[in-house]
Every structure is written in structure tokens, then in C-alpha cells.
């Protein structure tokens, strides 16, 4: 979407300290390899990379405007305009937020600990088959993509949008305190939820009273007039949304929005009957696990709170598809996958572990995880937890892979699980070899484990006959 130099400036409060020889350019990029003939680049700086030293490429790739927050030799910018500003990257999340002015789309944001991206996900699909105000909304929604959920990701996000956009469902994530504050500022909610309140992030946000803290930020933020869906079942959401001055709307066993007759046992998907007030209707998620049960609760309460009807939501709630290793269904020689393997936290590897429990299986339930990060001083003793919910699940094999691989075996021997079913890899090859002369025909699998342990290349191996 074009930009004016003077919508620049305006939204950047920046200063021109070249002009160029144009005054309307191309869309915002913030990586130079992406840079097309006429676009914006925005020059940020992080801990491992300064978009400074890129603003040469950026210039011969056809950036007519190059934003900046240091001084660079004139020379450089040959006929591209420059704008200087404090920050580039607060910059970025202001040139974002002038653009959620200028169309003013309808915003749905959610955060959470855990199950933010399938909610979004499920919202989304919800709205594509709904109406608001009168009007049809199916192509004329924005969403967050993959991991695009920062002060970066965010703000790219909603720099994609179209004057025919009506909607934008947006993710938001944080591992350090003020980050959600920042996100909602930018997006100014409509309507908000936070999943859930839980052990993730704790070397940033020190305990989960900490979690609490910066979610939270996101219902403080949300616009007047704007409502927001509260999980009672948490505990610390319901505390959150007790604080909220405007309309909400709950979901839980005790909320406005509640899930009853649930069927579990089935590979294919979880089924049940939603219950919103004194309506009902039965749904079939593509998805398994209670967790994500409740995360069609929150996508459910949140929609219908904004006017959407209950046949909107179960159509969008049984065309919504599991985001790639998100809970992901799939099979191998006649082994049950379930590809979980995006990233991991306390409470998303419990709620992993009883999904792999429950599900029908004529073979072995079998886990292979990886450390979970970013938990701080509470690491080791969430890792012994885990090993000890694996034992508690009685789940048959137990892989390990990672720094924490041993405390997780501690953990399970001391819940009563046998050395025997318990194997510690030494890289993803080793594990894949391992699996792969043991697993047979009617076994399932769960792949699990933080992003940087990418657990997903076990699978990969094992598929490409590398085990």
C-alpha cells in the first residue's frame, strides 16, 4: 500500500533530513532482500543486527525512502528521501498504527500463554463466515501469519492491510515486560482475549504473577466501547477480566459460553455440544484435546460477543484447521503423529501429554520432547514436573532431547516410570534412529518441545528414511 511522505512524517513524528526526488513510495519492508522498486525501509536495530548496514542494498534493490535512527554519510542515499527518526522501531509500530487508524478495521486481538495462535486461527475462520453490521465479511479479514506476533511481526502484519479489510484478528506474544502494552497500542483492540495465564517466558517476566501482569496489558488497552471475553477457568484471566470496566463476555464451566457432552476419543477431532446462553448447537473440531476445546470456547465468546451469529461460529469452528505443528494430526507406516513440535511450555506439554493419553491406540503412547526455554531460575524444576506428568500420563516410551533431558528423567523415575522406557538422545539423528527401529504400526507419537529444539527434524528424518 502506497505511502505519502507527508503520512510518513506525520505518523513517524521523523524529521526529512534528505528529500529525494519523490514524494509517494511503495510498501514498508524492514528486510532488505525484500526491498521492490519504490519501497520504504525501515533501518531497525537488534541485539544480533543493525539494518543500517543494509541500507546500501536496500538502496540499490529500489528503496525510494529509507527510514533511520543514526546519522549515515549523505553520499549513500543517492536519490532516496530520508527520514530521521528516534527509534526506527517504534517508528515502525507508529507507521503501523496510522495505518489501523486510516482504514479503521474492526480488531480482534488475543494473547495468552498458551493456544493464542489456533484461537486466532479459529476466530479468523469463524469471521470468514460471518456478517458484522449487515456486511459479509469472507475475504475482507486480516490475520496474523506464522510467528509475526512482536514489535516487528505485528506492526508488518497490519501494514498489510487493504481499504477492503473490515477485519483484523491479531496475535500477540511477549517474553519481556511492556511488550503487550506496546502491541495494544498499536493495534487498538476492539474486542480481546487472553487465553490463558501460565508458566512461559519466566526469564523475562519472572513468575507468573509477572505473566499476569503484561497479559493484562492487553485488556487496559482495549479501545472504549470495546468488549472482551474472560476465561473463567483460569484463574488469573478471570481475575484480569474482573478489572475490566466495559462489556464481557465469559467462557468456561461456569461462563456464558461452555462446552458440554464433549467426545474425546476420537483421532480425527474432538466433538461437542457449545452451549451460548439458553442456544445450542453441536461441533466437530479438526483439532484434539480439551485444550483446544477451550480455545474454541474463547474464539466462540469472543465472536458472539461481537455480534456474530451461532451458525457463523460453528461453520468457522468446523472449517478451522490445526496451524502447522500446532497439534497437528498425521500418520507414518501406520504410526499416529501428533506434530506439536512449534514450541513448548509448562502447561502446553501437560496439556500435550493428556492429549496423547486419551487419544485411541492399539500400540504404544509414546513421547519425544525437547527442553523447554526461557523459564529462568525456574527451569530445572519445571523440567523435574514434566517428567513426572509424563509417569502421571502413563505414557509407554519417553525420548529426551536437550540440556534439561536428565532432570525430566529424574522427575519421571521418581514418579515410578522404569529406566527402561526412558531414552536420552544425543542429537535429533540419534533420536530418529532410535525411534524408528522401535516404533511399529498402531503406535503413536507426540512431538513436542521449544522452537529452538526443533523437534520437528526428528519427524522430518524419519519420513525421509534417514532413522
Known amino acids: 500500500m502506497a505511502w505519502s511522505r507527508g503520512e510518513i512524517l506525520a505518523a513517524t513524528g521523523g524529521k526529512l533530513v534528505r528529500e529525494g526526488n519523490k514524494v509517494r513510495f511503495g510498501g514498508v519492508v524492514t528486510d532488505s532482500s525484500k526491498v521492490k522498486s519504490g519501497a520504504v525501509f525501515v533501518a531497525l536495530k537488534g541485539e544480533r543486527f543493525d539494518g543500517h548496514r543494509f541500507v546500501g542494498d536496500a538502496l540499490k534493490r529500489g528503496a525510494a525512502c529509507v527510514i533511520v535512527h543514526r546519522k549515515l554519510p549523505g553520499a549513500a542515499f543517492g536519490s532516496a528521501a530520508v527520514i530521521q527518526v528516534s527509534d526506527t522501531l517504534e517508528a515502525l509500530g507508529d507507521l503501523a498504527n496510522y495505518r489501523r487508524r486510516q482504514f479503521a478495521p474492526k480488531v ?3 494473547t495468552g500463554s498458551n493456544g493464542k495462535t489456533t484461537t486466532k486461527e479459529m476466530v479468523a475462520a469463524i469471521l470468514e463466515e460471518a456478517s458484522l453490521d449487515g456486511r459479509p465479511l ?53 474486542w480481546a482475549v487472553i487465553t490463558a495465564v501460565a508458566a512461559a517466558h519466566l526469564a523475562g517476566l519472572n513468575n507468573i504473577a509477572g505473566v499476569a501482569r503484561e497479559k493484562g ?24 477480566g474482573a478489572n475490566f470496566k466495559g462489556k464481557k463476555f465469559t467462557y468456561g464451566r461456569r461462563g456464558q459460553v ?8 476420537d483421532a480425527k477431532g474432538v466433538g461437542f455440544t457449545l452451549r451460548a446462553g439458553a442456544r445450542r448447537c453441536k461441533i466437530r473440531l479438526n483439532y484434539l484435546g480439551q485444550h483446544n476445546v477451550a480455545n474454541a470456547l474463547g474464539a466462540a465468546a469472543l465472536t458472539l460477543g461481537a455480534g456474530v451469529s451461532l451458525a457463523a461460529v460453528r ?21 499416529g503423529i501428533i506434530n506439536d513440535a512449534y514450541n ?18 492399539r500400540g504404544q503412547r509414546i513421547a519425544v520432547l525437547g527442553d523447554m526455554f ?3 531460575r525456574h527451569g530445572r524444576k519445571e523440567h523435574r514436573e514434566l517428567g513426572q506428568a509424563v509417569a502421571q500420563a502413563n505414557i509407554d516410551q519417553l525420548y529426551l532431547l536437550g540440556a534439561q533431558a536428565g532432570t525430566v528423567r529424574t522427575g519421571a523415575l521418581g514418579a515410578s516410570m522404569r529406566a527402561e522406557q ?5 542429537d535429533h539423528g540419534d533420536l530418529a534412529r532410535r525411534i524408528g527401529a522401535r516404533v511399529k504400526s498402531g503406535d503413536w507419537l507426540l512431538f513436542k518441545g521449544s522452537r529452538g529444539m526443533k523437534m520437528e527434524t526428528i519427524l522430518d528424518q524419519l519420513r525421509g528414511g534417514k532413522a
Not at 139 to 152: A, D, P, R, Y
Not at 344 to 361: H, Q, V, Y
Open 108 to 110: 480482534f486481538a488475543i
Open 138 to 190: 469472507h475475504g475482507k479479514i486480516l490475520k496474523t501469519e506464522g510467528n509475526f506476533n512482536n514489535l516487528v511481526g505485528l506492526p508488518l502484519t497490519l501494514l498489510r492491510l487493504r481499504k477492503q479489510d473490515k477485519v483484523a484478528v491479531v496475535e500477540l506474544g511477549t517474553n519481556h515486560p511492556g511488550e503487550i502494552e506496546r502491541l495494544a497500542k498499536i493495534a487498538e483492540p476492539d
Open 217 to 240: 496489558s492487553l485488556y487496559r488497552n482495549v479501545r472504549r466501547g470495546g468488549a472482551i471475553a474472560v476465561n473463567l477457568d483460569d484463574p488469573w484471566v478471570s481475575r484480569l
Open 258 to 265: 461452555r462446552a458440554q457432552a464433549l467426545e474425546l476419543h
Open 315 to 335: 461453520r468457522g469452528l468446523e472449517k478451522a484447521q490445526p496451524y502447522a505443528m500446532r497439534m497437528q494430526v498425521e500418520s507414518w507406516r501406520g504410526v
Open 344 to 361: 513448548a511450555n509448562p502447561a502446553s506439554m501437560k496439556a500435550a501429554l493428556t492429549t496423547l493419553a486419551e487419544i485411541p491406540c
Open 374 to 376: 526461557e523459564l529462568g
Open 422 to 426: 526412558i531414552y536420552i538422545g544425543v
